[in-house]
DNA sequence: TAGATTGTTAATCGATTAACAATC
DNA sequence: TAGATTGTTAATCGATTAACAATC
């Protein structure tokens, strides 16, 4: 399994993948063809077939693929398995949202701590963690007993890139950034995956009319 | 400006082109060429000129763009200038953070109305707007005097596709789809945009290892 | 005028789709 | 076996990059 020959438009479409095919699971679907989830999801079969051979061949000439394998297998392609470890800094309404309403588990990641600059969210319980002082970042990446993989950012857009060079600079394996501010340009070292509002926003304004 | 022949590749990248233009303008940069902005950006110039021109040519050989002029281009393309109407569903702590955190006028949006279906929510006051029942939604929609150009969604996945209708059916222009239900999949004939939390955090499991 | 840089055409690259032999 | 459907190669399509004449 090579990641560096399967594109990032495949690996775009896994999670949707996963999504549908676990949809198709829950129900007792048992198999399905690549014609018949490509009417489902809008693609065409062929593409299907292409993607998912990059990693496999997970399907059965004349029978179609097997969901619960297809599903497993995708699963430990995007890593749903590992129980990866996170950090999320920022405990403002979205940083409180995600933590209250987001089911971290279920895409196999683990929220360890909490971390805000205001001193009155600071030490208050949020979904069962205890906020900590962002001044403390550092020293609580650089104790934790397992690494940490996963650096939630939620702070505001002018303190983004601190956050991010603290986390990148302690071990951090990857960010998942909410802010408007581009990590891209400066030097951080590891994957990025940025959630816009803005410009999800602004696509729409440009699509309306 | 013929919209159908302009690729949603290209128009992703709008928002983009809008912040960092927007940043230069803001600290005073007169002009910049292509070559520059690439480098900031990390595109090829080439990409730049060719994106710019498919709305038309707003730079100048020898000189080329003046960041004034291309940021006002750029806001009215992506229809800043505008001021649609928007409605937020769901006001639960993400439904809540977008109305206290996120700066909606700046894409030239103003959220005209946030709807719950929790009795305890409806009637208390978020940032200025009174939470509405949401059964009231469709007779909200058929009495505004305005139409509402943007329907949000941040209910609950399984009422997602409810919501989505009624704002469809109800003259809402567009959709901005929160929830990880596939919006695409059923009989929504507007515009949608998601914003897949669970898809981002997926795809940076996948490429941590 | 000379230098810089665009707008635009042509070349390349990559991603999607079509086709079909392999095979369950 | 016959029918279905994959895995995979080849063809097409679209997007990105390179090149350069036009021109400020």
């Known amino acids: 399994m090579d990641k560096k020959a399967v594109s990032l438009a495949v690996v775009r479409r896994l999670p949707r993948y ?60 995007l890593n749903i398995d590992k129980n990866y470890c996170a950090i999320v800094a920022g405990i403002g309404n979205l940083g409180r949202a995600l933590l209250q309403n987001f089911n971290f588990i279920r895409s196999g990641v683990q ?25 403390d970042l550092e020293d609580f990446l650089r104790a934790h007993p397992q690494p940490i993989d996963i650096g939630i950012i939620t702070v505001p857009k002018s303190v983004a890139y ?34 816009h509002f803005t410009d999800s926003l602004l696509t729409l304004t440009y699509r309306i009319e």
Do not use: H, W
């Not at 394996?173 to 030097?187: E, I, Q, V």
């Open 18 to 77: 996963y999504r549908y095919i676990n949809d198709l699971y829950v129900d007792g679907v048992e198999r399905i063809s690549s014609t018949a989830l490509a009417e489902q999801m809008g693609f065409t079969a062929s593409q299907i077939r292409q993607d998912l051979n990059c990693f496999g061949g997970f399907g059965q000439q004349g029978y179609g693929y097997n969901v619960e394998t297809l599903r497993s297998e995708l699963a430990s392609i």
């Open 111 to 135: 929220v360890k701590a909490a971390f805000d600059a205001d001193l009155r969210v600071v030490g208050t319980e949020v979904n069962g963690l205890t906020v900590r002082y962002i001044g």
């Open 162 to 195: 601190d956050v991010a060079k603290t986390f990148c600079d302690n071990g951090v394996r990857a960010l998942l950034n909410f802010t408007s501010y581009d990590l891209s340009r400066a030097g951080i070292t590891v994957p990025v995956e940025n959630v």
